[in-house]
């Protein structure tokens, strides 16, 4: 399995990015994805995740009602919006074969990830 991310950018506080990954193979609706940010100089965390079907979604305590996760058959999204400077890191994408869509999601393949750079 191969991910891709891509959407990253530049933005002021206030302004919204949306990231999309797109994943290669047949078995996309096999898997929960999610998405994950390191910010400089910090461990990587847990930002949102989408269940198989995506009739269930979560998210970190700060990026609840600013973000919002998605898919469809062949990607996952994450749009923000009301983006902060915390909010700069890089984003990886992320999917797992097991377990369900929460922070405790266990990636088993990992994207490339992409910039996300907020300024105040």
């Known amino acids: 399995v191969q991910l891709q991310a891509s959407g990253g950018g530049s933005v002021q506080a206030g302004g919204s990015l949306r990231l999309s990954c797109a994943a290669s193979?047949?078995?996309?609706?096999?898997?929960?994805m999610g998405w994950f940010r390191q910010a400089p100089g910090k461990e990587r965390e847990f930002v949102a995740a989408?269940?198989?079907?995506?009739?269930t979604t979560s998210y970190a305590d700060s990026e609840k009602g600013r973000f919002t996760i998605s898919r469809d058959n062949a990607k996952v999204y994450l749009q923000m919006n009301s983006l902060k400077p915390e909010d700069t890191g890089v984003y990886y994408c992320?999917?797992?074969?097991?377990?369900?869509?929460?922070?405790?999601?266990?990636?088993?393949?990992w994207g490339q990830g992409t910039q996300v750079t907020v300024s105040s």
């Open positions: 992320a999917l797992t074969r097991r377990g369900s869509a929460t922070p405790d999601m266990i990636a088993d393949y």
């Open positions: 193979g047949r078995t996309f609706i096999l898997y929960v």
């Open positions: 989408i269940s198989r079907v995506g009739d």
